[in-house]
Antibody, heavy 120, light 106 residues
Framework: EVQLVESGGVVVQPGGSLRLSCAAS????????MHWVRQAPGKGLEWVSL????????YYADSVKGRFTISRDNRKNSLYLQMNSLRAEDTALYYC?????????????WGQGTLVTVSS | DIQMTQSPSTLSASVGDRVTITCRAS??????LAWYQQKPGKAPKLLIY???SLESGVPSRFSGSGSGTEFTLTISSLQPDDFATYYC????????FGPGTKVEIK
C-alpha cells in the first residue's frame, strides 16, 4: 500500500525557514517523480514544486521560486521541501504527492498534509 | 505559464442529476489534463487522467472529455458521496490547478 507521510509543519515567524519532509513507502520510490502541492485555509490547490526520479530536474511555481528548494534522498525514500524567507501567504497545508510516472504525469497518491503557519 | 479556469465555481444539484463542470486552459495542453475530487479535511483523489481515462476504482458515472483548451468532467447521476470540490490540473507544462468547483446539495 502506498503511503506518504508529511512532517515538519509548525508555526514560524515571517522571514523564517522550515524544512518539510515526506516519508514514502509501499512503492519503489526512485521510479517516480514527486511533487509538493499546497492549500491555504479555505482556498484551492496550488502546485508548488516537482522533482524527477533522481533529483536531476526540479521546477517551481513563480510564487516560491528562489525561496523554496525541493530535494529527495532515494536511499531514505524521502522527499523534502526547504522553505526560506517565509511569508504570511505561504501559510497552508502542504501535501506531498506521487506522480504516476515521470514529472509530466498526474498525481495518483497524496499524503494527508502538514500545516505551515507563518505568523508573528 | 499555463493558466486554468473552471466554471461554475459553485454548482447546486440534487441526487440523480447529471452534472457537468468545464475547465479551460490558457493555451493548448493536448489531452494532458486530470480531474481530482476533494472532500473537506481530506487529500485530493485522482479521478480522471489524460482528459478521459478513468483512474482505477473510480465509478463509471464519472467521465471526462475534451482536448486542446476546453475540457469537461461529467457525473452522469450524482450520488450523495459526490458532493465535494473538483479540480482540474494541467500537466502538459509542469503543473497548474484550476480554482475548483464546489458541488453542493440543492
Amino acid at each position: 500500500e502506498v503511503q506518504l507521510v508529511e512532517s515538519g509543519g509548525v508555526v514560524v515567524q515571517p522571514g523564517g525557514s522550515l524544512r518539510l519532509s515526506c516519508a514514502a513507502s509501499g512503492f519503489t520510490f526512485d521510479d517516480y517523480a514527486m511533487h509538493w502541492v499546497r492549500q491555504a485555509p479555505g482556498k484551492g490547490l496550488e502546485w508548488v514544486s516537482l522533482i524527477n526520479w533522481d533529483g536531476g530536474y526540479t521546477y517551481y511555481a513563480d510564487s516560491v521560486k528562489g525561496r523554496f528548494t525541493i530535494s529527495r534522498d532515494n536511499r531514505k525514500n524521502s522527499l523534502y521541501l526547504q522553505m526560506n524567507s517565509l511569508r504570511a501567504e505561504d501559510t497552508a497545508l502542504y501535501y506531498c504527492a506521487k506522480s504516476n510516472g515521470g514529472y509530466d504525469n498526474p498525481l495518483g497518491y497524496w499524503g494527508q498534509g502538514t500545516l505551515v503557519t507563518v505568523s508573528s | 505559464d499555463i493558466q486554468m479556469t473552471q466554471s461554475p465555481s459553485t454548482l447546486s444539484a440534487s441526487v440523480g442529476d447529471r452534472v457537468t463542470i468545464t475547465c479551460r486552459a490558457s493555451q493548448s495542453i493536448s489531452s494532458w489534463l486530470a480531474w481530482y475530487q476533494q472532500k473537506p479535511g481530506k487529500a485530493p483523489k485522482l479521478l480522471i487522467y489524460k482528459a478521459s481515462s478513468l483512474e482505477s476504482g473510480v465509478p463509471s458515472r464519472f467521465s471526462g472529455s475534451g482536448s486542446g483548451t476546453e475540457f469537461t468532467l461529467t457525473i452522469s447521476s450524482l450520488q450523495p458521496d459526490d458532493f465535494a470540490t473538483y479540480y482540474c490540473q494541467q500537466y502538459n507544462s509542469h503543473s497548474t490547478f484550476g480554482p475548483g468547483t464546489k458541488v453542493e446539495i440543492k
